[in-house]
């Protein structure tokens, strides 16, 4: 007996329902009026980006990175993890997985204006492309002296460093290979072990 299955038919777009740009840019202080509805929100060259809470394998790796920076970490600095605004004088409101800042930089009202030493992105499903892509360049440009984009599955990390105003590849690690790093300061990063 064949069975015959039909596509279901999708309703007509409403010819009264258009998408429009806003007729102005996000801004941080657009962000500040809305609801904390658990969704992580950014606002990067005027465009809003919404992001789901990260999963329990991204949460663990960032875990383990505070711990091994707070261990390591001289006096003067401060180890910062999300949700923790970044609003650089851009307008822009950036929320990187972690960050270090310098101690005379922080912010207690609850968001950080001084430009990071150290951004961390861990990758997961919803946000790997957009980490490795556009924030990434908005890194770049808003001349963060040293990047690193972990990746929980692999495990992986690879480190940029800003050098003449772009971002240099000087590591890229897997496993229990070692990343000897000296940005912000001297500390050895072991993939496997943020999963472990």
């Known amino acids: 007996m064949a069975i015959t299955v039909t596509a279901p038919e999708h309703p007509k777009p409403d010819p009264n329902l258009r998408l429009r740009k806003p007729p102005q840019p996000f801004t941080a202080t657009d962000l500040d009026a809305m609801e904390d509805d658990g969704y992580r929100r950014e606002v990067i060259e005027g465009r ?10 991204h949460q663990g790796a960032a875990y383990q990175l505070v711990l091994l920076l707070e261990h390591h970490r001289p006096a003067g600095f401060r180890v910062m993890i999300a949700p923790y605004d970044w609003r650089p004088a851009s307008g822009d409101s950036l929320q990187p997985d972690l960050m270090v800042i310098r101690e005379e930089g922080y912010n207690p009202k609850g968001f950080q204006l001084a430009t990071p030493l150290l951004v961390v992105e861990i990758l997961s499903p919803s946000t790997m492309i957009y980490d490795q ?7 770049e440009t808003l001349e963060v002296p040293s990047y690193w984009i972990v990746d929980p599955a692999a495990p992986s990390l690879i480190a940029l460093q800003l050098q003449d105003g772009c971002y240099v590849e000087v590591a890229q690690v897997t496993g229990s290979e070692t990343y000897e790093a000296d940005l912000p300061y001297p500390v050895t990063v072991v993939p496997a072990d943020l999963v472990r």
């Open 48 to 57: 809003l980006i919404v992001t789901p809470s990260p999963i329990g394998e």
């Open 133 to 139: 892509t556009e924030k990434r360049r908005r890194y």
